[in-house]
């Protein structure tokens, strides 16, 4: 096993290294370690043998990945002009109710395993849950840094399982700094879910190898993916060459219109990502500005025009919409960023991006629950009742004409 940098080609050994040491280009893993898996394991240390972690005593695992692949046909069905299939695949169903268990299960287990004595996170709420629940489990000590105007829901999370949580003013990029100087200070792993740790990212290919399982080997033609720095779809796209028999789907990579630094770019055809200003959206799982580290966009939007797939951004509200159609036609509770891609959907349909008779993927990120506040924002048919006789006033016509 090595790391290859995906830049300059440089290799380095299988270490805690968070760049490349020539270039500072990301890098990534190369080879498998072969790990034999007993048949009983569950979720993703099932495909463990794909992974890079060779001691499996290392390994910390909650009984992440594996998630279900629903038919969305009703959804499908609200979304005009649509005749194709859709699919959410629901990475609520994760321990902590986002897919960035994949990649700290992952991450931990190498830190564990190269005798790392404690883990640090830059996040924007849910990588920082997953570390702190993980790092608990893994009896290591845990140091969160997220920006201030972090949703509470997340927050209390992070606290719930012990971790020191630092909340920093200011947008995620200033939180990505904080933690890379923790992290060196104090001789730390760092697992913040960028493109900084190469171990935590190489688990997100397993997500490619579960959706050819899932669909049986017959590919999507677009996977819609909620795009911070672009891991997530990095692990599309590996996944689908490594193990789709050579089908990629078009990977499209899907940002709030209040912080798509990455759809700039693709819009204007640039090749270089440039950092986005001030970030301002609801959904605060992609709202990444890039500061300092904008070549990680510029690696993602190479990755989405390889396939021939689009950057596209939606407005906070196309995300509300989107949000309750997942919630009230497929029973899926999301956060914001969680359905963006449903709301993104709709609108290349709308533009005639994706053909009306596409098989489409979508990743449902995060869980409704992370972000409760969000939700009580939102239009509900709730009400107070006192006694029946006031039950029956309001449903009364509902009622009778059952
Ligand atoms: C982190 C996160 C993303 C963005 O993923 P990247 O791989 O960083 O681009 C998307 N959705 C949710 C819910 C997240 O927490
Ligand atoms: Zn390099």
Not at 271 to 295: F, K, Q, R
Request: charged share 15%; aromatic share 6%; hydrophobic share 45%.
């Amino acid at each position: 096993m090595e790391l290859r940098c995906v830049e300059c080609g440089r290799l380095h050994p299988p270490a805690l290294l968070y760049a490349c040491e020539a270039c500072g280009g990301i890098l990534e893993v190369m080879g498998e370690s072969g790990l034999a898996v007993p048949a009983s394991v569950r979720g993703m240390w099932r495909h463990g043998a794909h992974l890079g972690i060779t001691d499996a005593s290392a390994i910390v695992s909650l009984e992440e990945g594996d998630t279900p692949l629903h038919v969305a046909s009703r959804a499908a069905a609200a979304i005009p002009g649509f005749r194709g299939m859709l699919w959410v695949k629901d990475e609520t169903r994760n321990p902590t109710g986002s897919f960035k268990d994949r990649l700290v299960s992952a991450a931990i287990s190498k830190a564990r395993e190269l005798g790392a004595k404690g883990v640090v996170c830059a996040s924007s709420g849910n990588a920082g849950a997953s570390v702190a629940a993980y790092a608990a489990r893994a009896g290591m000590p845990a140091i969160i840094v997220v920006p201030a105007h972090t949703p509470d829901g997340k927050m209390t999370q992070i606290a719930a399982y012990g971790a020191r949580l630092l909340k920093m003013p200011g947008h995620y990029s200033r939180s990505y700094d904080l933690a890379m100087a923790l992290a060196r200070r104090n001789g730390f792993a760092n697992l913040t879910t960028t493109f900084l740790n190469p171990w935590a990212v190489d688990a997100l290919k397993l997500v490619g190898l579960e959706l050819m399982q899932q669909l049986e080997g017959q590919a999507p033609t677009h996977v819609l993916v909620p795009t911070g720095s672009g891991p997530l779809v990095k692990g599309v796209v590996q996944g689908f060459a490594e193990f789709g028999g050579g089908a990629v789907p078009r990977a499209v990579a899907v940002q709030a219109a209040g912080c798509a630094p990455i759809v700039r770019a693709f819009e204007q055809g640039a090749g270089e990502v440039e950092a986005w200003d001030a970030p301002n959206t609801i959904a605060s799982g992609i709202s990444d500005p890039l500061i300092g580290y904008a070549g990680d966009g510029t690696y993602t939007l190479r990755l989405v025009r390889q396939t021939g797939g689009v950057a596209v951004a939606v407005e906070d509200e196309e995300i509300r919409a989107a949000m309750r159609l997942l919630a009230q036609q497929e029973g899926l509770y999301a956060e914001p960023t969680g359905a963006s891609p449903i709301a993104a959907l709709a609108k290349l349909l709308a533009e005639g991006a994706i053909p009306p008779d596409a098989r489409v993927v979508c990743l449902m990120t995060g869980h409704g629950f992370k972000d409760a506040a969000l939700w009580r924002s939102m239009p509900a048919d709730a009400h107070e009742v006192a006694d029946l006789a006031a039950a029956e006033a309001l449903l009364g016509a509902t009622v009778s004409g059952a």
